[in-house]
Each structure stands twice: as C-alpha cells, then as structure tokens.
C-alpha cells in the first residue's frame, strides 16, 4: 500500500495495512524514501507509543530523533535504531535528505504482554558497528542475529529477531538457516529476486513457509533485500494507531493515560556504540 508522505514523497507499507493486518511477530513496515531533493519529508513530530518495539533502519540520509528517555541524535546512512517503547515514549522523528537521498525501513515488533508494560529501553548503533559479510560479490550487513558466525549489534531479547540487509550481483543465489517456527520475510528494494522461482517484485512482502532453509536468487539486474525472522507471540493484537496492546481496556488506559500525561513511566539509560 502507498501511503502519501509530505509532498510527493511515497511510503510503501506492506505489514500493516487492511490486507495484512499483521504479521506476528511483526505489526508494521514501512519502506520510505526519495532521490528526488525537491521532495520532502514532512516527518513525525513528537508522538507516543505503547506495548511495542520500534526497529529503523536507515539506507541513505539521516533522522533526527529525540525521545522521552533523553536519547537525542541522527540516524545516519547504515544506522539502526531499536526502540523498546513499552509502557511509553514519546518521542519525534524527523528523516532528512543527504545528497538528495533519503531511505529506510520502520519496523514495529510486538511485545508479549508481560513485556507491554515494562521500562523503556534504547539501542542505536551506527554503520561502522554493524558486520558486513562480503563473500564473492554478495554483501550481508547484520543488524540483528547471526550470520556467517557475525553478530549484529541489536539484541532483541523478546522475539529473537533476525534482520539482514543482503546485497547479490546478478544471477548469485544468498542461503540462510533461520529456526523452523519462525515467521520470517523477504522484501527486495533494489533489482529484482526470486525464491522458489516465484518472483519478488521490489515493495512486495514475500512471506517465508514455514522450514528453516531459505535460497534467494538475484535477477539479471542484481538484487537488494532485507530478511527478518522472529518468533511468533501468539497472544490477542488489539492496536489504535501507536498503542498496541491484548485487550481494548488496555487501548482505553493508554488513550487516559496519554491525555493525562502519564504515558510516559520511566526513563531509561542511554545505549549506544
Ligand atoms: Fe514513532
């Protein structure tokens, strides 16, 4: 689904949308971008989420964020910031060009319920401290996970998510074991991939059957995707608009609690590389 974003810039939403509600572990994702430096990005001043992890990837350009925590910078090209909102942040993010570029995923990852209302808690880490696996003419950046025995630097602890950005030249095959009761899913922003010999088309969202081996297969043009695994919750998804909770009482307590200022519980420690 396109979503119109500031004036003329496009987010293609593929999880989350009235066709795909969800997928759990997952509850959104978001692939913004522009090369064009006459459009813009209105961005998103400060607003609250509850009962969820928010996971940004940026490819090109910068975001400026600030949250309830005291966290404050700019998500530069190949950085990756992990938000655990939980019982509540506020927080703004504000995407920018740099060299008419800018471009990214947001990626929202469910809580279990005893996690919902649990402290905040921040990781942000820029290029340079996220692995990048080069073997032949394929490149494998690790956010989050394991690869060829590399560690991506986010640790998500509550639904073991993998993420990989994974670069192929034409025609190369990329190979993956991911744990057999994951969810996992592939979607290709750059050329063109196939899996299975079905073809991915670049904004679409292939969603992985279940097994644990995965073979990709880049297209004549090469191809650029990102694969992200985690373990499904299983538990009632009660969501309105950043507050996503088990049951609608817990929705109503959200919407009092970011009326009456009390949204935001805690404050957490800083982490970052
Ligand atoms: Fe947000």
Redesign the pocket.
């Known amino acids: 689904m396109e979503i119109s974003e500031g004036a003329g810039v496009t987010v293609h939403r593929t999880i989350g949308t009235p066709a795909r509600r969800n997928l759990d572990p997952f509850l959104m994702l978001d692939h913004f971008g522009s090369d064009n430096p006459n459009e813009y990005i209105a961005g998103?001043p400060a607003?609250p989420?509850r009962g969820f992890i928010?996971l940004t990837y940026m490819l090109d350009g910068h975001m400026r964020h600030e949250d309830s925590m005291g966290n404050r910078g700019d998500l530069g090209p190949g950085g990756v910031q992990w938000m655990k909102a939980a019982s509540g942040v506020i927080?703004s993010?504000m995407p920018r060009q740099s060299e008419g570029l800018m471009r990214g995923f947001?990626l929202w990852i469910n809580l279990p319920a005893s996690e919902k209302l649990s402290d905040p808690a921040y990781q942000e880490f820029s290029a340079g401290a996220v692995p990048r696996v080069a073997a032949d003419s394929t490149v494998v950046r690790v956010l989050c996970g394991e690869y060829a025995g590399q560690r991506g630097p986010i640790e998500d602890p509550h639904t073991d998510v993998s993420y990989l950005d994974v670069e192929l030249a034409a025609g190369d095959s990329f190979r993956h074991q991911l744990p057999a009761e994951h969810t996992a899913f592939i979607t290709v922003f750059e050329g063109e991939a196939s899996v299975a010999e079905t073809p991915l088309q670049r904004h679409q969202l292939a969603v992985l059957a279940p097994g644990e081996g995965l073979s990709v297969t880049a297209g004549r043009d090469g191809a650029r995707f990102i694969l992200v695994a985690g373990s499904p919750i299983g538990e009632p998804i009660v969501q309105y608009g950043?507050f996503v909770m088990n049951t609608p009482e817990e929705i109503e307590q959200a919407m009092r609690d970011y009326r009456d200022n009390e949204l935001v519980q805690k404050k957490a420690a800083f982490r970052t590389r």
């Open positions: 998103f607003h989420h928010t927080h993010e947001q950043p």
